[in-house]
T-cell receptor, first 110, second 114 residues
């Protein structure tokens, strides 16, 4: 089956710093998604991408659908304490179910 | 509008027992999916139900089963529990039957098998 590799696995940053994470696949996807999971909660959809090369923003978050269709990137600008959590990428190809990445755990150092 | 509700929030069981988890989707959502989340494996797809029918199934043993009722509520059952079944079990609902990326997740049921 398809696998999604997310990196980095964890990040420790200071408040105000920008964050970058990415997700790569062994196969192409038609749709890329980014979710965030707060401690003790289920994942929440942040951004959905539908076309290769597409760049979409949601507030301080910006995500891009890689031109090869095998990768995607998420950037967070000027991080704040509530950005703490686990970020998951997910992909869809055809009528298959969502495949999730292994997650990037973001910690903000006071 | 109420979100996806999962009960119970926490469960402690011993090896060999069975467990049933419950999920109430958002009103009007007819598709319910179940995922297992562990620190090492991330989110693994278990199965998806739509209109009381299982439409997709992940790579889990037959000890994991589920069903959906006419009101779209779903239950998941795990029989003969093993230590490795300890995980957060997440339920997600969506409006459409297939390829709907707008999954709305519940807070999950944390299962600990001793």
């Amino acid at each position: 089956g398809q696998q999604l590799n997310q990196s980095p696995q964890s990040m420790f940053i200071q408040e105000g710093e920008d964050v970058s994470m990415n997700c790569t696949s062994s196969s192409i996807f038609n749709t890329w998604l980014w979710y965030k999971q707060d401690p003790g909660e289920g994942p929440v959809l942040l951004i959905a991408l539908y076309k290769a090369g597409e760049l979409t923003s949601n507030g301080r978050l910006t995500a891009q659908f890689g031109t090869t269709r095998k990768d995607s990137f998420l950037n967070i600008s000027a991080s704040i304490p509530s950005d703490v959590g686990i970020y998951f990428c997910a992909g869809i190809f055809g009528n298959e179910k969502l495949t999730f990445g292994t997650g990037t755990r973001l910690t903000i150092i006071p | 509008k109420a979100g996806v509700t999962q009960t119970p929030r926490y469960l402690i069981k011993t090896r060999g027992q069975q467990v049933t988890l419950s999920c109430s989707p958002i009103s009007g959502h007819r598709s319910v999916s179940w995922y297992q989340q562990t620190p090492g494996q991330g989110l693994q797809f278990l199965f998806e139900y739509f209109s009381e029918t299982q439409r997709n199934k992940g790579n889990f043993p037959g000890r994991f089963s589920g069903r959906q009722f006419s009101n779209s509520r779903s239950e998941m059952n795990v029989s003969t529990l093993e230590l490795g079944d300890s995980a957060l079990y997440l339920c997600a609902s969506s409006i459409q039957a297939t390829r709907d990326e707008k999954l709305f997740f519940g807070s999950g049921t944390q299962l600990s098998v001793l």
